[in-house]
Every structure is written in structure tokens, then in C-alpha cells.
């Protein structure tokens, strides 16, 4: 008989603080606490170095930090899902220190012009953009599903965390010793992470992930193709498009506010963004709650609210103590719309496309905030710092209000754990990897009066074939015996059939399978025929 848990154990897994129970997710978050920490510090520097020049050219050091994940994004998600994402986290790891150690270096000698900082720390945004997928992707395995959630939100609370003592400290640091610390700090930052990484031996079925015969064009069509075909994630994606526009104003225009609106110093500035970080870590102890409360669109409505209302104070409050009071809900807020929309895709995503899919959601925030930064800058030129702040927290408004038409939901349920439930096919001869394409072919009979009901359902299997490798689909009626019913679609290989036999499939998939084949005429089966391009001769094996 299965035991029950106590009462105080089940209280224990729906603690927010869960995960830090798994000893490798807890040395990785306090490793990655003190690299965010550095690299808020570096951010300040950077920042700083430049608040001199114009608004448009202080604003491309987020654009220059954010814009490699719209370069890299897709491929790191490729690379992610077929090399080890061990192997990468660490050679990323060492990259950044590089880069960090450089940029130090050129500091303390007074050769760091805005050019090469620009430069550099586009190079460190490369190294966060193919981080990213495969540190996403590796969650899964250090903590168990149901604790995903409390893990996306553990995240943020690290980076918030970070962003609560980062700015201050290399504000702090800036005004006492100079650029080039905070930078050197920064590099070293990263052999915490590089530590635990090396020690860390992860399962070996999750270690190296099957390496398909597809090349890289045809993988990123593949995660492409999922996430055109999985309705949930499109919706995440969706929601998070419309929160950044409006998000990314505070990080782009804050140095800008603090100096020319506040005039505050570089110790001031590093305080408002504590402030933002204190608020952050603060909602981490109460968004369990909020969430009980509101639910998932609660949330995003009424974080888009709280946004709206600090940018407006931002634009019209010259006090800096009130300045740093107004940003400590945008902290929470932040906080709470980022682990709502994180969590929800990471439990979307199967793990054969998991990295991929991250990889288009990252790009999406990431490439959001880098694209708008330079807008917002452009704007404050135009019409002045505290128009361009309440147009922005109009749009703010806007993502609040188009909630309740585009809510965060997914009405046909998700179950991604992978399901091998489809039998192998009884070919008479074996084909090679690449032959193909293949066309595969299921008879079905329906009776009248479930040929509708048949129908509707069968669209979910549609987008499932689609979501799994189908390049084209389509459902036929036979016009000489109109309860025959022909599905058929196209797979580009046989590699790629077979990877939807044995890896692609999901419970969710099974389902909506069951669920159509459940109107079939009592006692009959599918028919199912794989049929092979024989447009060059026939297809013959010995």
C-alpha cells in the first residue's frame, strides 16, 4: 500500500523554498546569486561610464547586453537539445570570464572608450544567449516536475536578490575604487558556477541528449514547428510579448532618471535598483499566496497595473526617497509576472524540444527588451524623459487590459511526459535514416452520426502530427464509402518517423489520439501504411 505523507511533509513540497532541498539546485542558486550579483555590478559600471553621453547611447548597453539572444536564441536552443548541456553551461561559463576579464583590465588602464564597451558586452550577451536554453533545459533534472514552478520563481527571486545588493554594492564600489573593480568582481563571479558544474554528474540518460542525424537548419525548423503547432506555449509567448514593451522602459530609463531627473550619483542610482531587487525578494515570500489569490491572470493584470503606476511616479515625482518607495511594487510585480509566464512554459515543453522552445521564449523577452531599450531612448530625446515614461506606462495598461481577451490558459491540458505508445510498423524491409519522405496513411471508419465530433477532434491530432515532424497533413473522405475516413502526412525521413515513434510523442498526444479513435465504428482498428518516395525507381531492399 502506498503511504501518505504527513501533513507537515506535503506542506514542506508546496513551500516556494522546495527546491533549495535538492542539494545540486541549491549549490547552483548560490553560485548563480553571487555571478547575477557581479554582473549587476558590471552593469552599473557600465552604465556609469557612459550616462555622460547621450540617452540613445545609454540605452545600448541593455541593447547590447539583450540583442545576442535574438541573434543566437534558435541555435543555442539546437545546441542545447543535442550536445551535452553540461559541456555547454561550462564552456559558456569560461567564455564570460574572459570577456569580464578583459573588459577589467581595460579598465584599470584607461583604454575602455564606449565603442569597446559596447563591444564587450555584446560579447557577455553572447555567452548569456547560449547559456540560456541549456541552463532552462537542466531544470527539470535537478528538481522533480511538480516543483517547476516553485523553481521558475526561485530563479527570479535570485536575480531580483542579485538585483537587490549587485547595484547598490557597485555603486558603492564605482564611486570608491573605480570602473574597473566591479568588472573584476564580475569575473570572478563566474568559478562558482564552473565549480559546481564540474562536480555535478548528472544521470546518464539526461547527460548526453540523443544526437539526431537532422542537421542544424532542420532542427530549428523543428522547434519552430512545435511551437507554431502548440497552442499553450503560443499563448505564453503572446502574454510575455505584450508585458515587455512597457517593462523594458524601467531598466532602460532608470540611470537616466536617477542622474538627469534626480540627480543622483552613481551610489544613488545602484540604491533605486536595490530597491527594484528589494521589492522582488519581498513578493517571493508572498507570491504563493497572491497566486492563490488572483491565479495566473490575476497576476499578469495586475502586474501590468502596478508597472503602469510606478512609471507614471517615476515621470512625475522628483523626490528620490519617493522614487525608491514607488520602485519597490515594480520589484514585486516584476517578479511575479516573470515566474508566472516562466513556469508556464517550462511545463508546456516535452524535453526532446524543451531547450528549443526555451530558446524561442528567451528570444521573445530577451529580444523584446534589447529592440525596445533603443526605442525608449529615441523617444525620451523626443519628447522629453517623463512623456516617454507615461507612454510607456500606457502601454503597460494596455498588456493589463488585453488580458482578459488573450488569457494565459490552455483549455486542452498539457501532459508533456514522453509516451512510446505507437507500435512499430511491420515493414517488409528496413529503410536507411535518410530515406523518405515518408507518407504515412491511417484508415479510420465512422459512423454518421460521430463524423462531426470525429472531425473536431481530429484537429488536435493535426497540430499533434504537425508539433511531432508532419510537414503536411490532412483528413479525406472517401467518396465511394463515406464512412471511410483517410488520414494522411507527410514526414521529411524515415529518422524523423522513427523519432516520432520513440521520442516526440507525449501523454498529452496519446490522448487526443484516444479521444478521436474513441468514435470509431465498435470494432474496428486504424489501418496504418507507410509509404516511401519512389519517384526516383522503385523502392526495393534485398
Known amino acids: 500500500m502506498k503511504s501518505t505523507p504527513p501533513p507537515s511533509a506535503l506542506a514542506r513540497t508546496d513551500s516556494p523554498w522546495a527546491p533549495l532541498a535538492a542539494r545540486v539546485f541549491r549549490a547552483l542558486w548560490i553560485a548563480q546569486l553571487v555571478s547575477n550579483i557581479g554582473s549587476w555590478m558590471a552593469t552599473v559600471g557600465a552604465q556609469w561610464l557612459l550616462v555622460g553621453h547621450s540617452a540613445a547611447l545609454v540605452t545600448l548597453v541593455q541593447t547590447a547586453s539583450s540583442l545576442p539572444v535574438v541573434l543566437l536564441a534558435l541555435p543555442s536552443g539546437v545546441i542545447a537539445d543535442r550536445l551535452d548541456r553540461r559541456s555547454v553551461l561550462l564552456g559558456a561559463q569560461f567564455a564570460m570570464l574572459t570577456v569580464s576579464g578583459a573588459l577589467a583590465v581595460l579598465a584599470f588602464t584607461d583604454a575602455l572608450s564606449p565603442t569597446l564597451l559596447l563591444a564587450l558586452t555584446f560579447l557577455l550577451g553572447c555567452g548569456t544567449a547560449v547559456m540560456g536554453p541549456a541552463w532552462q533545459a537542466i531544470q527539470p533534472e535537478l528538481v522533480e516536475r511538480r516543483l517547476l514552478g516553485q523553481a521558475a520563481a526561485l530563479g527570479a527571486v535570485n536575480m531580483n536578490l542579485a538585483r537587490a545588493v549587485g547595484p547598490a554594492l557597485g555603486g558603492v564600489l564605482v564611486a570608491a575604487a573605480g570602473v574597473g573593480w566591479v568588472f573584476a568582481f564580475n569575473a570572478a563571479s563566474y568559478l562558482g558556477i564552473a565549480a559546481v558544474l564540474l562536480v555535478w554528474r548528472h544521470p546518464a540518460a539526461a547527460a548526453a541528449p540523443p544526437a539526431a542525424s537532422e542537421g542544424l537548419l532542420d532542427a530549428l525548423h523543428a522547434g519552430r514547428r512545435y511551437v507554431w503547432n502548440a497552442p499553450g506555449v503560443r499563448r505564453v509567448l503572446l502574454r510575455t510579448l505584450l508585458f515587455i514593451p512597457g517593462g523594458a522602459a524601467l531598466w532602460a530609463l532608470l540611470p537616466l532618471t536617477a542622474s538627469r531627473s534626480l540627480g543622483l550619483g552613481p551610489g544613488g542610482y545602484g540604491l533605486l535598483l536595490g530597491a527594484v531587487g528589494a521589492g522582488a525578494v519581498a513578493g517571493a515570500f508572498v507570491l504563493p499566496r497572491i497566486g492563490r489569490v488572483l491565479g495566473s491572470n490575476g497576476i499578469l493584470a495586475a502586474g501590468a497595473v502596478v508597472f503602469a503606476v510606478v512609471l507614471a511616479a517615476l515621470a512625475t515625482v522628483p523626490v528620490p526617497w519617493l522614487v525608491a518607495l514607488a520602485l519597490l511594487p515594480a520589484g514585486l510585480a516584476w517578479i511575479a509576472v516573470l515566474s508566472t509566464l516562466n513556469a508556464a512554459v517550462q511545463t508546456r515543453l516535452p524535453g526532446w524540444v524543451r531547450a528549443r522552445g526555451l530558446a524561442v521564449y528567451l528570444l521573445v523577452f530577451q529580444g523584446g527588451q534589447a529592440l525596445m531599450a533603443p526605442l525608449w531612448g529615441a523617444v525620451a530625446e523626443w519628447l522629453g524623459m517623463g512623456a516617454c515614461l507615461l507612454v510607456a506606462g500606457g502601454a503597460m495598461l494596455l498588456s493589463a487590459f488585453t488580458v482578459r481577451?488573450?488569457?494565459?490558459?490552455?483549455?486542452?491540458?498539457?501532459?508533456?511526459?514522453?509516451?512510446?505508445?505507437?507500435?512499430?510498423?511491420?515493414?517488409?524491409?528496413?529503410?536507411?535514416?535518410?530515406?523518405?519522405?515518408?507518407?504515412?496513411?491511417?484508415?479510420?471508419?465512422?459512423?454518421?452520426?460521430?463524423?462531426?465530433?470525429?472531425?473536431?477532434?481530429?484537429?488536435?491530432?493535426?497540430?499533434?502530427?504537425?508539433?511531432?515532424?508532419?510537414?503536411?497533413?490532412?483528413?479525406?473522405?472517401?467518396?465511394?464509402?463515406?464512412?471511410?475516413?483517410?488520414?494522411?502526412?507527410?514526414?521529411?525521413?524515415?529518422?524523423?518517423?522513427?523519432?516520432?515513434?520513440?521520442?516526440r510523442l507525449t501523454a498529452m498526444d496519446r490522448r487526443f489520439e484516444e479521444e478521436a479513435r474513441a468514435l470509431l465504428t465498435p470494432g474496428t482498428a486504424p489501418e496504418v501504411t507507410h509509404a516511401f518516395d519512389a519517384s526516383i525507381g522503385p523502392f526495393i531492399r534485398p
Not at 463524423?451 to 503536411?472: C, I, K, N
Not at 521529411?492 to 516520432?500: D, I, K, L, N, V
Open 405 to 503: 481577451r488573450w488569457p494565459l490558459r490552455d483549455p486542452e491540458g498539457v501532459d508533456p511526459a514522453p509516451s512510446d505508445h505507437w507500435p512499430s510498423p511491420p515493414l517488409v524491409f528496413e529503410p536507411g535514416e535518410s530515406d523518405g519522405p515518408v507518407l504515412i496513411s491511417v484508415v479510420y471508419r465512422v459512423p454518421a452520426e460521430r463524423q462531426r465530433l470525429f472531425t473536431e477532434r481530429m484537429r488536435r491530432v493535426a497540430r499533434s502530427r504537425r508539433r511531432t515532424g508532419a510537414l503536411s497533413w490532412g483528413l479525406y473522405q472517401d467518396g465511394h464509402d463515406p464512412e471511410r475516413f483517410i488520414e494522411n502526412y507527410l514526414v521529411s525521413s524515415w529518422a524523423e518517423h522513427r523519432a516520432q515513434h520513440h521520442v
